[in-house]
Structure formats: C-alpha cells, structure tokens
C-alpha cells in the first residue's frame, strides 16, 4: 500500500474486473444485519465481478434474497458451528473463502471484531490490511481506500494494488455504505458449502458463554437508524434520555464521559474507542464533541444537538442545534413530537 492524505473525496465510476468477497455479519435473529449489507453495497459499486457474499451458517430465502438485493452474486455458506463469533474463527472462513475466489479485496465490517478478523486474515494471507476504512473508490485499476485519523482531524488514503498477488483485507466503517443504496430484494442466489479448516489457535478457542449487552434496554446501538446519546450534561438522567429516545425507537448511546460514571453500561460507548455508528438521526445530550467521540459518528444522517454551551465544537458539525439545558429542553421536545404524533 502507498499512502497519501487529502480531505476530501471525489466519487469514481471505475470498477474491479475481480471478485469481492464480503463477509455477511448476521443479526441474532439470523437475517443479515444493516452493516454487512451496506458492505455488499459497497462491493457492487467497486466491482463488475462477482460480489461474493461469505455468510456464516445456514443460508434461508430471506437471507439469499436481501443479499441479492444489496449486490450480492455469489454466496458462500460456511458452517463454523456457531463460533463466528470468535474472531479467530471467522478469519479462518475469510482465508479459506479467498482460497476458492481468489478476490481483489475482501471486506469485513469494523466494530472490534472485524478489525481483529481483518489483522489475522491479512497475516494468515501475508497481505494488506486496512482497519475503519471510510471512503473506497476505484481508480483506473487500483482501489484507494480512506480513513480519518488523528481522532478525525484527517484523512488518509492509500492504495491498494488490485493485482497484488495477496488479497487485501479491509474492515469498513459503517459511513461508507452511505452512497451505495440497498434495494428491498433480489432473486434467490445459489449457495456453496465452503469448507473451513481451523486453524489450531481458532480450534483452542471454547466459547463458554455469550450474551448480548443489552446496555438501555432499547434498539441494537449498531443497527439502529435513530440514536440518543447521553453526555455528561445529562447529570445521569437516564429517564429524561428514555424520555426522547423511547418514543422515536431510539437506541441509547453514550460518551465515555457517561460510561466512566457509571451511568451507563460500556457497551453504549460511542467513537474512537468505543462503536462507530451511522444512523440516519443523531441526536447528542449534553455532549460537547470532543473529537474522540464525533469520529465515531461520521456516518451519522442529520446530527442534532442540545448543549448549554454555544461554543461546543458539536455545533460546528450539528445540521440543528438547541443551546439550553437538556432538563429543560427535552421536555418539550418531548411534548411537541407527542403534539405532532396527535
Ligand atoms: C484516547 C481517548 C479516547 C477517547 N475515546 C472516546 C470515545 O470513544 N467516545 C467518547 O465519547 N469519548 C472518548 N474520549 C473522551 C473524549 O475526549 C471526551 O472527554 C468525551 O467525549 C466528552 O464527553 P461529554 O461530551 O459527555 O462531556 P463534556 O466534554 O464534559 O461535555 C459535556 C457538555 O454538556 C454541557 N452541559 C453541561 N450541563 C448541561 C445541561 N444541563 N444541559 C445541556 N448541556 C449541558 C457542557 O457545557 C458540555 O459542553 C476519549 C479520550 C481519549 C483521550
């Protein structure tokens, strides 16, 4: 990869003449989740070849179905016994899955497990790997790939050579998906069994027990379209953010200023250590912006914010901003969406 840094992006019509492979991140409930089929968005655009969709487990209609109609053309079906959960395990399946399509680049998404699934496969394929990857664009025959660093302060973007002999491995931030829209279906997709050889350290690994934090009782942080985090000017009020984010079926999101108090479990955490979301609506309490939080809301649709104070730097990057105090504020906002609900 060679490297360079710009700010800003322009978007490519070129495509790949090789394969994708994308790995498919399923919900509990086994349907692919928003992010892997953003991912397969992102692969159609890059590629006039086959968008490969590597899907851990059994693959149902509605499942071959919602692939295709993200871009999918081909699927791989692996059965890791339920242990795609173990990054270890996945990336034994995205190797194994590189050995029989021997793509130009294969995408997984980039919450912690992607990012760990992203570094074993590159080191298991002795290729490159890019983590949080923003913006991908084709280039003639090359892929360039951004992501923000320095907390989001700027952007870097390096070249990923599409006839390097070793498959490159992305993880891809959630913000990406934005200019590649997902239609409601496609037909039924024929399905491969892929055969998974584990690697020692993958079959070491015993899974004991598994749950899923279930940090405000709400909609999946990740998943979800609207999210309410709770900033320090909260004061802990975890029902005032109830208040606004139960009636718009809102996920409850976090700083880690809130987390660190104790207000809120861990696993709401929002930026750079914590998730990186995408929602199509994004509303901050009492938070001020630090940039180690906004870099994880990028892909945020409209931003809204309510701060006692006018300079936080939320506000340089909010498309509406309330100064006032979330006791005060929310309330209303409150009363006026039940008004407008009737
Ligand atoms: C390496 C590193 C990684 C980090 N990773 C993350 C991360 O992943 N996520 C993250 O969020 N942070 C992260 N941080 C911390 C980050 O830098 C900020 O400290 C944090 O995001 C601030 O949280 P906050 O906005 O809730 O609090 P503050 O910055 O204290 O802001 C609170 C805001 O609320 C306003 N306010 C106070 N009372 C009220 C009221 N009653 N009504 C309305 N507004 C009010 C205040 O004026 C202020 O603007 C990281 C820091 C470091 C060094």
């Known amino acids: 990869m ?38 397969v968005s992102v692969a159609r655009r890059l590629t006039a070849a086959d968008v490969v969709g590597l899907v851990p487990g059994d693959v149902d209609t509605d499942t071959s179905v919602a692939l295709a109609g993200a871009g999918a053309s081909r699927l791989l079906s692996a059965d890791l016994g339920g242990r795609e959960t173990v990054a270890a395990v996945a990336a034994d399946a995205v190797v194994a899955a590189v050995g029989t399509v021997s793509p130009a680049v294969a995408l ?17 394929l002795g290729s490159a790997c890019a983590a949080d990857v923003g913006d991908l ?6 892929l360039r790939v951004s992501k923000l660093v320095l907390s989001g302060t ?3 973007t390096m070249t990923v050579s599409a006839q390097s002999d070793s498959t490159p491995v992305i993880s891809v931030h959630p913000s990406a998906a934005e200019a590649a829209p997902v239609t409601a279906g496609g037909a039924e997709l024929p399905v491969e069994a892929l055969d998974v050889p584990l690697t020692a350290e993958a079959a070491a690994v015993k899974v004991i027990s598994r749950e899923v934090a279930d940090a405000a009782a709400g909609p999946d942080l990740a ?5 309410v985090v709770m900033g320090r000017g909260t004061d802990g009020d975890l ?43 994004y509303i901050g309490l009492g938070v001020s912006g630090a940039v180690h939080h906004t870099s994880g809301i990028q892909g945020a649709g409209t931003i809204v914010a309510i701060c006692d104070d006018s300079e936080a730097p939320i506000f340089e990057m909010a498309d509406y901003g309330i ?20």
Do not use: F
């Open 2 to 39: 060679s490297e360079n840094q710009s700010e800003t992006h322009t978007m490519s019509t070129d495509t790949l003449d090789a394969p994708i492979l994308v790995l498919v991140d399923r919900t509990p409930a086994g349907a692919p989740t928003s992010a892997a089929l953003g991912l």
């Open 323 to 342: 100064v006032g105090d979330v006791a005060q504020v929310v309330p209303q906002l409150v009363e006026e969406l039940a008004r407008l609900r009737g």
């Open 239 to 281: 029902d005032l953010v109830h208040s606004l984010a139960d009636p718009l079926g809102a996920a409850i999101g976090a700083t880690r200023v809130a987390c660190d108090e104790g207000w809120i479990e861990r696993s709401a955490q929002v930026g750079q250590t914590g998730a990186a979301i995408a929602p199509s609506l």
């Open 108 to 124: 997984v998404g980039s919450d912690y497990r992607g990012k760990e699934i992203a570094g074993r496969a590159a080191v298991r």
């Open 223 to 227: 998943e979800a379209q609207r999210v």
């Open 137 to 142: 664009q084709v280039v003639g025959n090359e």
């Open 154 to 156: 700027w952007s870097t």
